[in-house]
Every structure is written in C-alpha cells, then in structure tokens.
T-cell receptor, first 109, second 110 residues
C-alpha cells in the first residue's frame, strides 16, 4: 500500500464546475504539499499546509490531521486548470517528500 | 523568482554510456533533490543533498550516483545507462519545505 493515496486518478469536468481531489496518507507528517504539473513536465508548488485551510484565488486546500486526509478544491474550473495535481507529504523526520501518483484533471470548455 | 535549471530537456543515450544530468539553482538553497517520474509510479526520490559534499540515498538509488561540489549545482550520474533508466528526471531545491522544480530532462536509453 502506498503511503500517499490520491483519488480520483482521472477526472473530467465541464468548465465552471466545482472540483475536489482527495489525498489520504498513512504516516506522521510535518506538512502536506499540493503540486501542479502541466503538460511538458514543469511542476509548481500550489500549497504547503500543516493544519486548517489555505486559499489562493480559485484554489482551496484543506487538511484534517486527525483523519490523515487533505482535499484540493477548484472553484469555477477553467480549461487552463487542466493538469496533473500531485499530493505529497513531508514526514516529520526531515525535508524529503513522498508523493501520490497524481490526479489527471481535464476541464472541457 | 527562484530558478532551477536542468542541462537538457531531451537526451538520447546508448546502453552502457555514462550519463551526466546537471541541475543548477540560483537561490542559495541548501537542500537539493533528484527524482524520476514514470507513468503509474509518480515521483520517486533517487538522491538528495542537504549541503555541499553531503548526500543521502532516496528510495531508488541503484544505478545512480550524485555529486555536489558547489552549493548551487547538483549532478546526477548514470554510471552505465540501461534501458530501464529511460524516464523523466526532475531536479528540485527547497527552502523551508517548499520545493522548486526544474523543467525536467526526458532521457531515452536505447
């Protein structure tokens, strides 16, 4: 069993829909990261959070430490949001990350 | 803005060749990482370094070595490339936990 599980693996939505991507983990962590990877490979960090909720534009990330679960929400989705979204956990012992397999999101116009 | 650059976007090598992948960051970060990314497996850590001349094995170090002679530069070396090392290789540096990724090198070993 992977230490970090994401769901769904693939998600197709219509423009404007509200999107949720889920991440569950099984280890103790100091922080959880959400990353975005566009076609061509470049990865950018969206959020790093250790408790509660963070918001940036149309993106919202939440984490429940007790349940070892995080969600990434996208409001009013747009075709430019199409990308792979990756959840990663930073274990309490250091700076290295353990990654989920990613969620491929496609938003159709 | 933090900038992480990798020496090549695409690379084609032959089995048995020695391959060098270079990564340079311009923000004086202490931590640097090498990952490979394969379909269905996600990102996997090969090696990381937390200071000059310091290195730690990641989850899949076999067949790879690394070098960090200067703080800004972290090199990944494939001593004798094999076809199962065909992959996307990504370098990252980090500051206070946030990782900054390079654009990736897609390596094909024939």
């Amino acid at each position: 069993k992977n230490e970090v599980e994401q769901s769904p693996q693939n998600l197709t939505a219509q423009e404007g829909e509200f999107i949720t991507i889920n991440c569950s983990y099984s280890v103790g962590i100091s922080a959880l990261h959400w990353l975005q990877q566009h076609p061509g490979g470049g990865i950018v960090s969206l959020f790093m959070l250790s408790s509660g909720k963070k918001k940036h534009g149309r993106l919202i990330a939440t984490i429940n430490i007790q349940e070892k679960h995080s969600s990434l929400h996208i409001t009013a989705s747009h075709p430019r949001d199409s990308a792979v979204y990756i959840c990663a956990v930073q274990e309490t012992s250091g700076s290295r990350l353990t990654f989920g397999e990613g969620t491929q999101l496609t938003v159709n116009p | 803005d933090v900038k992480v650059t990798q020496s090549s976007r695409y690379l084609v090598k032959r089995t048995g060749e020695k391959v060098f992948l270079e990564c340079v960051q311009d923000m004086d970060h202490e931590n640097m990482f090498w990952y490979r990314q394969d379909p269905g497996l996600g990102l996997r850590l090969i090696y990381f370094s937390y200071d000059v001349k310091m290195k730690e094995k990641g989850d899949i170090p076999e067949g790879y070595s690394v070098s960090r002679e200067k703080k800004e530069r972290f090199s990944l070396i494939l001593e004798s490339a094999s076809t199962n090392q065909t992959s996307m290789y990504l370098c990252a540096s980090s500051f206070w936990g946030t990782q900054y990724f390079g654009p990736g090198t897609r390596l094909t070993v024939l």
